[in-house]
Nanobody, 114 residues
Framework: GQIVESGGDLVQPGGSLRLSCEAAESMFRLYDMGWYRQGPRNQREFVAR???????DYADSVKGRFTISRDNAKRVMYLQMDSLKSEDTGVYYCNSWPGAVVPWGQGTQVTVSS
């Protein structure tokens, strides 16, 4: 049930990052998967999700800028983040959606700042 997120970094506003999430094959096969984030003063919030059938959905704040994808064979899910804004700063996590079925990972820190 281990989840490992990676790819976070310090980036300037307008820049791009691609986050990766590695998890058990069974998670990708059985569950809709989501990306979440937690800002400095916020609760963990939904960012994006992809169903087992490939349907995607995004928070209004990231629509048109972020793209979620998954490679079930490689047990990896991605979050391509473009046109980053300072308000995208936070720790990004992945897990099943809508509720976590395994313990949360460490997350990966994204900092958008000039």
């Amino acid at each position: 049930g281990q989840i490992v997120e990676s790819g976070g970094d310090l980036v300037q506003p307008g820049g791009s990052l691609r986050l990766s999430c590695e998890a058990a094959e069974s998670m990708f096969r059985l569950y809709d998967m989501g990306w979440y984030r937690q800002g400095p003063r916020n609760q963990r919030e939904f960012v994006a999700r992809e169903t087992v059938n490939g349907i995607t959905d995004y928070a209004d704040s990231v629509k048109g800028r972020f793209t979620i994808s998954r490679d079930n064979a490689k047990r990896v899910m991605y979050l391509q983040m473009d046109s980053l804004k300072s308000e995208d700063t936070g720790v990004y996590y992945c897990n099943s959606w809508p509720g976590a079925v395994v313990p949360w990972g460490q997350g990966t820190q994204v900092t958008v700042s000039s």
